[in-house]
């Protein structure tokens, strides 16, 4: 029986069917052969035993094994060990000490003993210190008594060394010791098949913890080794048995156990472990508990096929081993368990037995002395700190893995077998194994474990340490060395690009350089010759910027055009992390960048550029922030449109606090890239990264695009050695810094190199400084730091003597320097430059000189980790991007080879900074923290409007890429990212959760249903000026109408933006201090309270208080810095709630903030860099304040002052303070609605240093009773404005009645603290308009049928059946009456129609009579002449002729005309002289359309011809018809009146009154500019286009050209964004091609190719004309045009949107509204009668006339007259005419005029106080008289004595050529005789016609430039006046220059229309003074001008 048991694990019969020896194995000899084996290894057995001493390698090298080692050998071992312990202050069992013993045997081994080298003449000291040197490279600082005695011990352990002989052997040769060498041709022992077979049975699934541990533990999944037969046992498992193993175990649970060893999984998609992390399989070299476990392995194939496990199996062995039996029971026993087939691994195992034993009892005794508590034998390092060893951690492991199993067996009697019945066999393994590895790990004191890596040493292993890292522990402190990553070997065929392969002009950019580097040259093709985003992971140092340097020259190269540089054409934009960096960035790249031409503009919270200095620079250096700031406001427009290349620096700050503004800045500008189809390139440097993948897939970066270097790249090696000071106590602890710090500084300088001392405070640089300067004197040192012996110390010692700061001038004599910002610029430049030259040893400095100067030295130091951070008002750890810059100062490339960068630390953050170096852990996202903050930006921007957009976003950020990657830290779980791969619903969740939280705080409106998201004016405040959402929530809950300062101030520090601000006890008393002495108004909560603390710091800032503590002094500089932008923003949110007085408050409070200076100090304060401060304390003493300074002379001021030098000076400030003088003219419109006039006049005096370049003003309109804010705008004051007369500001406000008794208007100065004017409007006089008559209703009539015109040749002219209504219910009063008529109806009702049934009414009773059609436009008298030419002339077989600027038809075609089609100008020219002109006399029908525009520019012209023509029908009693055509108008009867139309005649409809209803959308923009303001309407209109006509016809109407070139590529961009380019062409492509070929303007062509058209004067006829064609035809969709399409095409369309109301008035040089009219035109477009049931109308206004369009786009608009500004011109014409012969004759003229029916109804507007007949005629013969004097002065009029009134020659000229009379008065003055041709063609240019010539913007340059090109170069200071333009347009059209932009064609022509007639006055005018020359030259300039030929020799005479 017993015999079968043994025979089950042998082979079954089928299994030896399969053998190839059968028959051939010898058991008997087997047998015996086993017997002998086993009993030689048994007697070998105890050589095997070692002491843990004898076990090092060190021992077996001395004094060979260590048993046989005579006892006096192991003796002078163990004291050499001990005093190495004793040196270190560790023991002899640690590893620690073990190394040093290596380290230091190697550094003295060739040391002489102890006795030579206290012979000798030279003194012991000398003799030791080479051996001393080469010790502290070691183990650092020693002494030359520890060297003594570690030498003697060295000496003793040498002297055994000679005597025995080292013997190698161990366990892997016993076996074949025992059996003898066997010749390799004899042929090995036939075996048994399978005695050598590892058979293992599978256990059960195992969970994801069993996996961990059981690979960490070296065992495979199962228990075993890996399932590989193949694979020799002393390989590692592969990467891809690992990866199958993790595979079995879907859902593997992270351990959360903290002293659980890190899990070995990559972060990313796939597995990426390290083979190095899997344990040896091979036999160690000491039997012990792992060389069991591999034995049972290699015999296990007989247990495992009884079913036994490798652990149960492992401990049936171990206590046979362990039992007290002889060696034959052990062996029968194990015979028992294994079978006889084991006979050979039997024999081993026992030849082993009491190595076995002896060392399985000593790891199981250890482990049970730990578990019992007793932890007195444990290392101690330092003071405080304990070391966690390996036994401790694994004993902790078994803990947990003993409640996973429970206790195993039962009690034995032996406490070692108890043990081990308890925690299994597997815990012994993994000790040693542990052990055996623990030279690919180092373990800090903290018991935090690193990796080292085990490469050979040029790279750095992916998450591991160095090869090479040592740890150390000294007293008070532990240092880990990282050694330098010695340089990788370049591959082969590798070359470095030299700078002289570049094009010549890039090489300017590399001067100084003959060939980049290793890394530049692998970037180079990819960065300088191709377009691909770039993302460059490179360690600090290794030269990125040249790599942003070759981006740039890309992006400068794509714009070069035969060698010259675009510079207008791109910008590239350089985010910088830091302010200092963003200067050290500029100054470098400006200095490369220059001799290209190419300006660098530095663009943070300190340097701030102008926008015309914005336009200047080709490269911005900016912070993300600065940048996100300025996009978000839509940014200025010509800035974010031209930028081609945004580098940003240091990208991986993705995962810091700043990370959130990157990822807003990146998405921000992928999805403009996208919108605008334009291309900017990304280019994002960083540091290594562990997951750069992720970060190149967000920056959108492909493979080819994406460059990892390690370490090993870096141009200068960097070692690295990390201290951390193991005392608690903070004064011991900062002693060991020091010390620490001195002697790392004098071993850099005993090398001859320099060192750097960072330190995190200004007063720490000094401090630091001194001790080093002591310590140095203290121990001997200061030689090292000496350097009197330099060449330049004579030199530079003056220099350092001049400096003001004693302690540069104290320290440079120890050789040490220091630096920070706090020292005056030129301290910093002189200690930069001595340090660069050798002459400091040491420099300490704070860490703005890593970031700002580029100052390398080999060793740089930072000296302790912590740092004040006032943003988070708490001590902090410095970050990695501070490190990594301080090291990036370590070693210098020209100089040395190796840098050096040690940090100085606690030892608890030890394990941070390694844990930097190692980059293992993956950077996140911190998206989702001002996720509603950031939201809200986009929301004003304009780039989200709904909850889908909203989703997009979030698809282009970090956040998005990171939550695919690692969902469950983002709240993911896999279940949903399975479910929604690409995570909408997350997506969405996030957006809609923000956007509640904007609704609720009311920053923005969710409509959840369709979820839409709508701006507001908090959520545009909020993001214009960066506020937090949560401060928002309070300012909503705090701010109220009325507020005191210290309500508002506490308010204020109640910011979330000082929310963390922390109080710290010992600033309590200074914070006390500093409430009583420096605050001016009560604390609410006092300093205890942390509001109260910024409250306090608030006002201490403005206060300029000092301030002690380094905290406070660093809150209070961040306090400082947001302060001003807060205060800001509660003013905007004051001024759009209306709140006068808390917006005034707020505006003083944000003044005080940035001048600090409060409002009651004295206001020439703000001019102290004229002002000493003792004279403004002695003004404010003696109460000298402004009132009276301004009445006092300099004199006396400076005999009060005591101070008579400075009197003068006193009163240059004085006059020099901002000033304005206000007034103010009232206009009623309606009852309801008042115009203001404000006439603005500096009275100051401009000076340069104070006021700059221009000066903002806040102008608002406040109400005395409830002071609520009707208007407000801001106004601004240039230099060139203070030499013009007053300026005029035109608003309109509401009013209400009954009247309040006065209005207040005041204008406060922007950045002045006490610069205000004040003006009271009151309203006691003013006389409100009378109230308007009822509109005529619309009947309800049946339309009439076109046979009502009882002609069928008329009926044949239409093609509609049927007249509308309107149409219908004037019938009778224009066909079959001679009424006059005066029809108001909306455009688009049909009213020329309505005057064509009028013309019909004379064609029947009147024939041979003449019509006249005034049309105030060109576009609308060509408009007719193309209608009527083909419709009704050509049927009805009338003449008609046109008759304006450009066409003048000869008398007969006058004569013989039917129709005459006219300008006002035109016809009040022919109709001046109407007494000579028949066919004046003979017009029947007058026929005025948009008799409206009376009010507008051209009305006085219409007022005259009307009132000239009702006096030309009263003088010849002909009866002339007046057929007024308007839109509704509200005072229809005063204009009725006027026209002689009695109540029949007058049709007066309500706008609402349309063939097609009208729906109206008026929305508002805000903004203070208005070219970003329409940048942020483009979207919107888009969106338009797509909710209310996504299929239909819609015209845009825009300002200017440019203009509709921006808008309809913006809408193109859009369209393309959707994914639909080509949705608004309607027609073939083939077709559209056709059509494209004849289109001349390039840009046109390009936007018809997607459906959009445009229109406007720059383009040629033929371009219009194809336009229109298309656009009526429906083949585009989309029309973007100027205001004259209102008037000039007939193209109606569904949806008409006017972007913007406001256009740029070139002579008063600003913004001005559209004429309502010309509003009401283009809205008339909307709406096409034979096709829509209505028609939308879309009106984007600026934000504050809102509410202006709102009440007159709804109600009718009164019109008034404007015939005041120009009656001087028709007194002067009337005059002539013989019309006007005295002033009597001139007051009854006025009578006839609509001004004198308007002057009743409403005087109030035309200034009348009164409306009694007194009153009027008063006011009438005083505007006479003005006029008159006009007149006189200007030689156009004589006047009697009896005041007649006789017209002089200059005045007949005037009339005769249409001139003004200001023109007349510049020829009297200017023209005499003999004069030059370039005199004449000045007094041309000056004449007033070219008042009204536009000078665009930026056109002053091309003026300018224009100027250097003409003959007769202009005065370039006037290059933006009209006159000058005009002069260098008549030249250049001289000259035949081409024009410099389309614009200036149009202008040239208009210049030349009015040149001929004004030059033809010149030459009547000479001609009369008898001046021969100076007529003859004006003739020859009119030759020139016609014939375009320049005169090459004009006698000049």
Known sequence: MREAELQVPRLSGMLRAFTTQQGNVDIAAQYQQRTLELESRRLKAGNTQTSPLGSSKLAQQLIGPWLKAPKAARQAYEQYIKAVAG????????????????????????????????????????????????????????????????????????????????????????????????????????????????????????????????????????????????????????????????????????????????????????????????????????????????????????????????????????????????????????????????????????????????????????????????????????????????????LEKLERKDKRRGAKGKAMGDPDLDWLASYGFDVLVEAEVEKATAHQTITLGTGTQFRIGQGDGSSQVKGALPKGTARKSMKGYEEVSVPAVRPAAPPPGEELVKITDMEEWAQLAFAGYKTLNRIQSRIYPTALNSNQNLLVCAPTGAGKTNIAMLAVLHEVGQNMRHGIIQKQDFKVVYVAPMKALAAEVTAAFSRRLGPLGLKVGELTGDMQLSKKELAETQMIVTTPEKWDVITRKGGDVSVAATVRLLIIDEVHLLNDERGPVIETLIARTQRQVEASQSMIRIVGLSATLPNYKDVASFLGVTDSGMFYFDASYRPVPLAMQFIGATDKNIMASKNVMDEVCFQKTVDSLQQGHQAMVFVHSRKDTGKTGRTLALKAQQEGKFSLFDCREHPKYGLMAKDVKKSRNKEVQELFESGIGIHHAGMLRSDRNLVERLFGEGLLKVLCCTATLAWGVNLPAHTVIIKGTQLYDAQKGAFTELGMLDVQQIFGRAGRPQFEDEGLGIIITQHAQLAHYLGMLTHQTPIESKFTDPLVDNLNAEIVLGTVTNVREASLWLSYTYLFVRMLRNP???????????????????????????????????????????????????????????????????????????????????????????????????????????????????????????????????????SRARVESFSLIADMMYVSSNAPRIARSVFEICLRRGWSSCAELALTLCKAFELRLWPHQHPLRQFEGILAQELLFKMEDRGLWMERLQDMEASEIGSILRHPAMGKTVQECVNSFPSLYLDAQLQPITRTVLRVQLSIEPTFQWKDRAHGNGMRWHIWVEDSENEHIYHSETWLLTKKMMHEPAHTVAFTIPIFEPLPPQYYIRAVADSWLGAEAFLTVSFKNLILPERHPPHTELLDLDPLPLSALNNPTYQAMYSFSHFNPLQTQAFHALYHTDENVLLGAPTGSGKTISAELAMLRVFNHYPGQKIIYIAPLKALVRERMNDWGKGLCARLGKKMVELTGDYTPDLRALLSADIIICTPEKWDGISRNWQNRTYVQKVCLLVIDEIHLLGADRGPILEVIVSRMRYISAQTDLPIRFLGLSTALANAADLADWLGIKKPGLFNFKPSVRPVPLECHIQGYPGKFYCPRMATMNKPAYAAIQTHSPLKPVLVFVSSRRQTRLTALDLIGYAAGDERPRQFVHMPEQELDQELVSIKDPNLRHTLQFGIGMHHAGLTDGDRTTCERLFVAGKIQILVATSTLAWGVNTPAHLVVIKGTEYFDAPSRRYVDFPITDVLQMMGRAGRPQYDWQGVAVIMVHDPKKSFYKKFLYEPFPVESSLLDQVSDHFNAEAVAGTIGSKQDAVDYMTWTFLYRRLLQNPSYYNLEGTSAEDVNEYLSALVERTFTTLLADGCISIGENDEIESMTMGRICSFYYLKHQTMGLFATNLRPEMGFKDVLHVLCGVAEYDELPVRHNEDKINTTLAGDVRWPTDTRSADDPHTKANLLLQAHMSRLPAPISDYVTDTKSVLDQSLRILQAMTDVSADAGWLDTALVTMMLVQSLMQVSSVLFVPDV
């Not at 194939?301 to 029971?329: I, N, P, Y």
């Not at 993001?1023 to 959402?1029: A, G, K, V």
């Open 968 to 1102: 469950l830290a983002y709240g993911v779980g896999w279940e949903e990212l399975t479910a929604d791969p690409r995570l909408e619903g997350r997506r969405k969740t996030l957006v809609s959760d923000a956007a509640r939280e904007l609704e609720k705080s009311k920053m923005a409106r969710f409509d959840e249903k369709s979820g839409n998201l709508y701006v507001t004016e908090l959520g545009r405040v909020a993001s214009h000026f960066y506020i937090r959402h949560s401060s928002i929530v309070i300012y909503n809950d705090l701010l109220k109408r009325h507020m005191s300062e210290a309500e508002l101030l506490s308010m204020m520090a109640q910011s979330s933006e000082f929310g963390q601000m922390a109080i710290r006890e010992e600033e309590l008393p200074e914070l006390d201090a500093l409430a009583r002495d420096a605050c001016h108004f009560d604390i609410k909560g006092g300093p205890e309270n942390k509001h109260g603390k910024v409250n306090i710091l608030l006002q201490a800032y403005v």
């Open 87 to 394: 040196y270190l202050g560790g023991e002899p069992s640690s590893a620690e000490i073990q190394e040093a013993a290596v380290s230091i045997w190697d550094a003295l081994q060739d040391a002489p003993p102890p006795a030579k080298l206290q012979q000798g003449r030279t003194s012991v000291s000398a003799a030791v210190k080479p051996y001393r040197d080469a010790l502290e490279k070691v183990v650092g600082t020693t002494d030359d008594k520890a060297v003594l005695g570690l030498l003697d011990n060295i000496t003793h352990l040498k002297g055994w060394q000679l005597k025995l002989a080292p013997v190698e052997d161990g366990p892997l040769k016993a076996s074949a010791k025992a059996t003898g060498k066997v010749a390799p041709q004899q042929p090995l022992p036939a075996k048994e098949y399978g005695a050598d077979l590892p058979f293992r049975q599978p256990t059960p699934d195992r969970s994801a913890d069993d996996v961990v541990l059981a690979l960490c533990s070296g065992h495979g999944v199962n228990g075993a080794a890996p399932a590989d037969d193949r694979q020799p046992s002393g390989h590692e498992p592969s990467v891809q048995s690992l990866k199958h193993m993790f595979a079995s175990h879907t859902a593997p649970k992270a351990s959360t156990s903290s002293n659980s060893k890190p899990a070995l999984i990559a972060e990313d998609d796939e597995l990426d472990l390290d083979p190095e992390y899997a344990p040896k399989r091979a036999l160690t070299t000491k039997v012990g508990a792992r060389w069991l476990s591999e034995w049972c392995q290699g015999a296990g194939a007989s247990h495992a096929a009884a079913g036994s496990s490798d652990d149960a199996f492992a401990l049936a062995v171990s206590r046979v081993l362990l039992a007290s039996k002889s060696a034959d029971e052990a062996a029968a026993e194990l015979f028992d368990l294994l079978g006889d087939g084991s006979f050979d691994a039997i024999q081993q195992l026992l030849e082993h037995r009491q190595a076995l034993a002896t060392n399985l009892r000593r790891q199981i005794q250890a482990f049970r002395a730990e578990d019992t508590g007793d932890k007195s034998a444990m290392p101690s390092y330092g003071t405080v700190v304990s070391v966690t060893s390996n036994s401790q951690k694994m």
